[in-house]
């Protein structure tokens, strides 16, 4: 099935996908022993389950789809494990356990009667492992509108879900009731005219988060300031360059997804031609801005007409902050290194990736001079999209979904973060 | 560091068939990047222009067509994504802006003498981007004045017979009110249904004189979305060149069409 989402925990060993099924899977990465250093953290299958089910609204004679729209993990606080995952409507919490030692002896006497020795009764033997999956908690009837994003607080008992017109506060505790801390729905739906399109906590500020919006502005909101953060604390806009207005103008800078550096600093987006760093000191321009495929710029027509103009990528960053990354068409994804200012496109394919193989950037031409194995534009499969990519916190070890494919790499020679 | 990444592991699923999807690159999808405006009079040189590259008004037109198509042709089985819709929706509003300052909104088909025309083709885009129910207490009359599609409806007599002038693009995303989006789509087909019905042939040419038709084929739409391949925008523009097929055929077949499709959201 189509991967929806992919989603590494806070210390990297497992990783999460859910799909347009409405399952997740979680993958555990193996410990790296020296018997076997062949196997050096590879990641496996830990659990699949279904978490979410198709739904039908009878009051409007709509659908619900079972597609997971996002997975975010708790931070860990004991041996258990716990993600929150979501479709258009209902948000569930999981709690995944493990279960390696089973209680045997329960009977007092044995087989022929006789009283057994107490201390044989009900002790704990070990088993093979097993790991459990169940639902804690089901927030549900929170949305009107489809959510795109969750995003677990610093604080690590509430997160906010938000859809396309508000922004909901919960307790990880409380399922009946929810806080709205954002609300764009104008009075008059005639007068709407932008959309939230993801938002996020702050790393660090459990007070701070901030949302982008469908027309490529930035909000970031001081949930001190005011019980409904309608009115902003910063808005972050770039002004439209005019010599490259179009009538697709307002659709490319549509963010589709944002996220906070690690150190809480920067904010990354991605509009459909680029991806941009913002310093949440300033307000008036991204301090970085880089291409992913600026070659689509003349094919805007086409890709609205396909509808590919619509599609909504997501972007990462490592670890140390250094490299972004961000999906692109042809199964291609490419990197930035914001220090050296390179960067570099790689293709998630069977054929190109054999187990140990090393990757070999791409290139796209665009007339002129061409390569030999370089991609013309006209021959990109637009149908091959990479829309969600995921990071590990702390090492050079990325998760690529391609449509019902994941890949997973690694660095071996830079697994260290510089 | 970049030119070591290894994949340890490819796992689940296996691969889609993998089909090259060809976008045409025509010359003019450029120019429309640019957003490059031309002067109204070069409307009529593009009309002459058949076999080279349509005109910034043609291109335009077929822009706001492929837009109203869209809006109107989501699948219903599910909620529409909102987003798309008010992304559309506004580029849409940016295209009759620019069309009414260009001054080519009313004046549109120069050949067309007759009055009624501006208000059909006004009737027929409101028709086409509804897809809620009309009779709606929550919503307040349309404010005529901010409205360039508006303004000059109010001055001819036909207007107050079609139900709830409003801006194109409301209730569109009206989600709240759950009676509204019940058979919404089908509710606009019957409303064009109705709309051709009362209408005497030559002014039902009238009311697709503006659509091209052999882009906007209904039966190729129709094709398209049940296939789920769309019509290419890129072949549409090289029929320019072949003469357009009589309207009052056209017209019957689509009645036809518009027939088959009540039938087939009838079934489902």
New interface residues.
Partial sequence: ?I?STVEFNHTGELLA?GDKGGRV?I?QREPESKNAPH???????YSTFQSHEPEFDY???????EKINKIKWLPQQNAAHSLLSTN?KTIKLWKITERDKRPEGYNLKDEEGKLKDLSTVTSLQPMDLMVEVSPRRIFANGH???INSISVNSDCETYMSAD??RINLWHLAITDRSFNIVDIKPA???D????I?ASEFHPHHCNLFVYSS?KGSLRLCDMRAAALCDKHSKLFEEPEDPS????????IS?VSDVKFSHSGRYMLTRDYLTVKVWDLNMEARPIETYQVHDYL???????????CI?DKFECAWNGSDS?IMTGAYNNFFR?F?RNTK?D?T?EAS?ES???????K?RRVCVGGKRRRDDIS????????KILHTAWHPAE?I?AIAA????????????SDMH | MFTYWRSPVAAWGFVLPSHECKENGIDWDTMFARGLKRKYGDQEEGVEGFGTVPSYCLQRQSLLDMSLVKLQLCHMLVEPNLCRSVLIANTVRQIQEEMSRDGVWHGMAPQNVEQRAPVDRLVSTEILCRTARGTDGEHPPPELEDDPLQSSASELPIVSSTQGQRNPQSSLWEMDNPQENRGSFQKSLDQIFETLENKSPSSVEELFSDVDSSYYDLDTVLTGMMSGTKPSLCNGLDSFAAAPPPPSSTCKSDLAELDHVVEILVET
Avoid: W
């Fill in positions: 099935d991967i996908t899977v993958f196997s050096q953290g590879e990641y496996d299958v009051l409007k004679s709509l659908e619900i789809e258009d009107t509108y489809h396309d017109l008059n739906m005639e709407l005219t932008e959309v399109t469908s490259n207005r179009s009538f697709f103008s307002e659709i549509s710029r003349s094919k805007l027509c086409s890709l609205y007409e396909s509808d619509f490299v990197m290194d390179r570099v790689l069977r990736s054999k187990p140990r193989a090393v990757l950037p534009v006209d021959s990109l499969d637009f149908t091959k050079n990325i449509t019902n494919n994941l890949y997973i790499f690694q660095d071996k020679v830079n």
